[in-house]
């Protein structure tokens, strides 16, 4: 990268040793564009929780112009390769650098300690520092309107969910999802296979497979890949899909989606690091926020149905309601929050057990 001495050196030259006048020499900074570098989990695709991101990059680009320039690295795993990456964009001249994966949070951590002129922001994550900050989604209002649907389809009353990792993040999608299930439908049950890992289409399948011949008519997940949704299509059950709408993967099976929307957020925290007053800070947005939304139901979905998670969707965004309003009982009959309070955001970040309605025992993490 050019540094700024070797850019005044070079336009020094250019005008032949004339000092070049304060306002011009400012002009040519501020041309520079700042560059930022992106870090995924898993291949860009056409659909899932990275295209989700790599859409928000594209939106920021389109929105910043020539003030910026990025550069993709995908399909790096949750382990010392993340911290070598983010370095390597640190040292590279990187002034910003975003991890979107959960397992990146160490990593970025030690790296944000070694470069403390570069900014760092982590995705999904709960450490900060002096150049780290964290965002997120509130994806669980997304899941619980999906779980409203998926309570007033399923025959079977057996929704299945395949999942990654039993982190809190995945545990509140979970309960929030069989929530509204049980909102509209007291004999919605949620079954879990782990696959224990965000990206491997070969188990996510395998884990829908095993969900539907224990008798779910209804897919969800929390894995990166389409192969639920394709699945879903292929075995004529239906699906709630994530990060995505996936419609061209299950255009006749897919209910709705929980989606992801990050070019707002992109576009506003870039925009300060490039006039100079970004800061460290700790985002979770929802519907309110434009952050989360979900897909067009699906056709067969009837009319008093969509009218009901539409205005859900409403109520969430306003504040009206809250997809864990108490009570909420846990799995063992257990009041976790009364009736007539929320749950606070700090006990969703550290959510570590399952609520009625969901069988089996959630593993440790």
């Excluded at 041309?31 to 860009?44: D, N």
């Excluded at 959960?102 to 300690?113: E, T």
């Amino acid at each position: 990268m050019t540094s700024r001495r070797t850019a005044v050196k070079t336009l020094g030259v250019a005008l032949g040793g004339t000092a070049l006048p304060l306002a011009s020499m400012r002009s040519a900074f501020a041309a520079e564009p700042v560059k930022v570098g992106f870090v995924y989990i898993s291949p860009i695709s056409d659909a899932g929780w990275t295209y989700q991101h790599e859409l928000g990059r594209r939106e920021m680009v389109k929105a910043l112009g020539d003030k910026v320039q990025t550069k993709v690295v995908e399909n790096v795993p949750e382990g010392p390769d993340a911290e070598r990456v983010f370095r390597e964009l640190a040292q590279s001249g990187h002034k910003i650098v975003f991890g979107t994966s959960f397992g990146y949070m160490n990593y970025m951590v030690k790296v944000a300690q070694q470069f403390p002129n570069n900014d760092f922001e982590h995705c999904t994550g709960y450490k900060t520092g002096k150049n780290l900050g964290i965002y997120n989604g509130r994806f669980y209002q997304g899941r619980y309107l999906c779980g409203l649907v998926a309570g007033k389809m399923t025959k079977s009353n057996i929704i299945g969910f395949v999942a990654a990792f039993p982190i809190p993040e995945v545990v509140m999608a979970i309960n929030s999802f069989i929530r509204g299930a049980r909102a509209v439908n007291p004999k919605a049950e949620m079954r879990v296979i782990w696959a224990n890992t965000w990206y491997d289409p070969g188990k996510e399948r395998a884990a829908a497979e095993a969900l539907v011949a224990q008798g779910a008519d209804v897919l969800t997940h929390h894995t990166d890949s389409t192969v639920v949704a394709q699945f879903a299509e292929q075995k004529g059950v239906w699906v709630c899909s994530y990060h995505s709408d996936m419609r061209k993967y299950a255009p006749t099976k897919q209910l709705t989606a929980s989606e992801e929307i990050w070019g707002g957020y992109y576009t506003k925290t870039i925009g300060k690091v490039v006039d100079g007053t970004w800061k460290p800070d700790n985002t979770w947005g929802g519907i309110k926020e434009g952050m989360i939304d979900i897909a067009p139901l699906n056709p067969a979905v009837p009319a008093d149905v969509k009218a009901m998670v539409l205005q859900a969707k409403e109520d969430i965004g306003s504040g009206k309601r809250h997809p864990f309003e108490g009570p909420v009982v846990d799995q063992a009959g257990k009041t976790v929050v009364p009736k007539g309070q929320n749950i606070t955001d700090d006990a969703l970040s550290k959510m570590d057990y399952y609520v009625e309605g969901v069988a089996g025992k959630l593993p440790k993490s």
